[in-house]
């Protein structure tokens, strides 16, 4: 009897493991760059900041999809004024990469803007992103961009 339920718990074992195994291999995500959207790479938005922080702007930098979540537009967002104690000023000014539903987006843009775009600071933060996306470790943010910035001030400052 016990050698039955040890060989018994064996196959089972050895069945879940060759699930998840599959499963991880069927589970690279597609992102596949796209046009298809009104947020074009290099443009520069005003959009609804928080209170002082009138004079930021967000930049789109990338913009993507992905059958599950839609276009997935990356920004950068500067001219902020995020309290930072590990800074030396106390503040950080620049969010080099920020990866948000297009939704989120389009509630934040309010006027497009003719200032010169700087795509220079979101390369490494998005890599780092994509990594951890593509192992299911990864989002997106869904929220305005004011209140996403605000939650990583609220990190920042913990």
Same mark, same amino acid.
């Given at each position: 009897?016990?050698?039955?339920?040890?060989?018994?718990? /064996?196959?089972?074992?050895?069945? #879940?493991?060759?699930?998840?195994? /599959?499963?991880?291999?069927? $589970?690279?995500?597609?992102?596949?760059?796209?046009?298809? /959207?009104?947020?074009?790479? =290099?443009?520069?938005?005003?959009?609804?900041?928080?209170?002082?922080?009138?004079?930021?702007? #967000?930049?789109?930098?990338?913009?993507?999809?992905?059958?599950?979540? =839609?276009?997935?537009?990356?920004?950068?967002?500067?001219?902020?004024?995020?309290?930072?104690?590990? &800074?030396?000023?106390?503040?950080?000014?620049?969010?080099?990469?920020?990866?948000?539903?297009?939704?989120?987006?389009?509630?934040?843009?309010?006027?497009? $803007?003719?200032?010169?775009?700087?795509? $220079? /600071?979101?390369?490494?933060?998005?890599?780092?992103?994509?990594?951890?996306?593509?192992? =299911?470790? =990864?989002?997106?943010?869904?929220?305005?961009? $004011?209140?996403?910035? &605000? &939650?990583?001030?609220?990190?920042?400052?913990?």
């Amino acid at each position: 009897m016990k050698l039955k339920f040890v060989l018994m718990k /064996s196959i089972l074992i050895l069945l #879940l493991f060759t699930v998840l195994l /599959s499963c991880n291999r069927q $589970s690279k995500i597609m992102l596949i760059d796209t046009t298809d /959207s009104k947020f074009k790479v =290099g443009q520069v938005w005003k959009y609804k900041t928080r209170p002082n922080e009138e004079n930021s702007r #967000l930049t789109i930098a990338k913009v993507e999809n992905e059958p599950k979540n =839609g276009n997935i537009i990356h920004i950068t967002v500067t001219n902020l004024k995020i309290k930072n104690p590990h &800074a030396p000023s106390g503040y950080t000014d620049l969010i080099g990469h920020m990866p948000l539903a297009e939704s989120a987006v389009a509630e934040s843009a309010t006027e497009l $803007s003719n200032e010169m775009p700087d795509l $220079s /600071s979101y390369k490494e933060g998005y890599q780092d992103w994509r990594e951890a996306f593509d192992n =299911g470790r =990864g989002g997106i943010w869904t929220l305005p961009v $004011s209140e996403c910035v &605000a &939650a990583m001030e609220e990190v920042v400052n913990k």
